[in-house]
């Protein structure tokens, strides 16, 4: 078994990085993920925010390898605790290699936000290519990690823009979040957001699709 632990801040509160963290597929640092769909969401008596995602990736993996890996990931919200835990695990060729992440978000004590991320890489593949097919997971994910970064500051990014409003039942509602809809959007946010990162999504998606 292979294991990796890193951890980073975000300057911006925990509401509004929880909220990049569930939003944060389709951006341009994530070109391997194929589909992130919904399966399940369900609220808690105590008041958890439960969603299960099956995520299709791909990329460029070793011949032995599959073109396109499914995963799970189940992530549970609390906002008075002000935490978000996810943990995602492959469904398919897990004798090959079985890859669990595990992510915690949470607020710290100065009001900025601190993921640590988590990696755990097992196979019971054999024939002697145990130990190098983890090293080959680990050090993907080593790789991954600050693209995965980078693709979460973009979503962040597009929310400090376009002021989205952020619902209390899921997130926990910052009274230091100004609510904005798509309605009543001022001219002054439509021209920034021409000008900002909003476009530059709106285009990589554009280029994506053609």
């Not at 194929?34 to 808690?44: G, L």
């Amino acid at each position: 078994m292979k294991y990796h632990s890193q951890s980073f801040f975000y300057d911006d509160p925990w509401a509004i990085v929880s909220l990049a963290y569930f939003l944060r597929y389709p951006n341009p640092y994530a070109s391997h993920i194929i589909s992130c769909d919904v399966i399940s969401r369900s609220v808690s008596p105590s008041g958890n925010l439960h969603t299960t995602r099956l995520i299709l990736k791909r990329g460029s993996l070793p011949r032995w390898a599959p073109k396109g890996i499914i995963s799970r990931a189940e992530s549970w919200s609390t906002h008075w605790e002000k935490t978000l835990r996810c943990t995602t695990k492959n469904l398919e060729f897990t004798k090959v290699m079985k890859m669990e992440e595990s992510v915690f978000i949470r607020q710290t004590e100065e009001g900025k936000t601190i993921q640590t991320t988590e990696a755990r890489v097992f196979s019971g593949f054999g024939w002697g290519l145990t130990k190098r097919i983890e090293s080959h997971g680990l050090n993907r994910f080593k790789a991954h990690v600050q693209r995965s970064r980078e693709g979460v500051s973009v979503i962040l990014n597009l929310i400090r823009e376009s002021r989205l409003q952020l619902h209390p039942m899921t997130l926990g509602g910052d009274p230091n979040v100004t609510v904005r809809s798509n309605e009543d959007s001022d001219d002054k946010t439509a021209r920034k957001a021409q000008n900002g990162t909003w476009a530059r999504m709106k285009g990589w998606f554009s280029n994506s699709k053609g």
